[in-house]
């Protein structure tokens, strides 16, 4: 396989693959993807955008890089995703430390479609919510059941005809099948 091949094929996965030099700063050895000059020309704002001084995220993560490279450990290891601000959407971020030949290398993998887990958990979020508003709406209507449930046990207890009390305890009956409904919900 070509570097020229390497060097389409890498942006076009997303993935950005970041060289450590000597000097302790970082070099793109393929093009980046859009994403990518995206968050950094986000980062920059109206600066000139560099590796080290406008992506922020970037010290966090080579620090993670500086301890897994004067480790000693060869191979690779996969950091925690994280998300980084573009101008109109925020991308998920894969982190991958490596070494390779003696060369210290930090790829950054943008996570979308299953592998971006944010749509899942803010739909879980949005069902916990709705699930409160709904706990609180059946609260609202157990207060009334309860007085109901009362009032006919008051009437029950009383001294009424037969027929009132007989209505009294229909409608306690129905008050224990709304309460059992509720109870299913």
């Not at 091949?5 to 076009?12: I, N, S």
């Not at 006919?152 to 009294?168: F, H, K, T, V, Y």
């Amino acid at each position: 396989m070509s570097e020229v091949f390497l060097e389409k094929l890498l942006p076009t996965l997303g993935f950005v693959v970041l060289q450590r030099t000597d000097r302790g700063d970082f070099r793109l050895l393929a093009p980046a993807p859009p994403w990518f000059a995206d968050a950094a020309k986000t980062a920059a704002g109206d600066d000139l955008a560099t590796l080290g001084g406008t992506l922020p995220f970037l010290e966090h993560v080579a620090a993670d890089a500086e301890r897994f490279w004067w480790s000693g450990k060869g191979g690779a290891v996969t950091g925690e995703p994280f998300a980084i601000p573009g101008s109109a959407e925020e991308y998920l971020v894969r982190p991958r430390i490596a070494t390779v030949d003696g060369n210290k290398l930090l790829l950054l993998e943008r996570l979308t479609g299953g592998a971006d887990s944010r749509p899942i958990l803010q739909a879980a979020r949005e069902a916990q919510l709705a699930h409160e508003q709904t706990q609180l709406r059946l609260n609202d209507v157990r207060a009334p059941i309860e007085t109901i449930a009362a009032l006919a046990a008051r009437l029950i207890a009383a001294d009424l005809p037969p027929r009132a009390r007989e209505s009294a305890g229909d409608v306690l009956r129905a008050v224990e099948t709304a309460r059992a409904a509720l109870d299913a919900l």
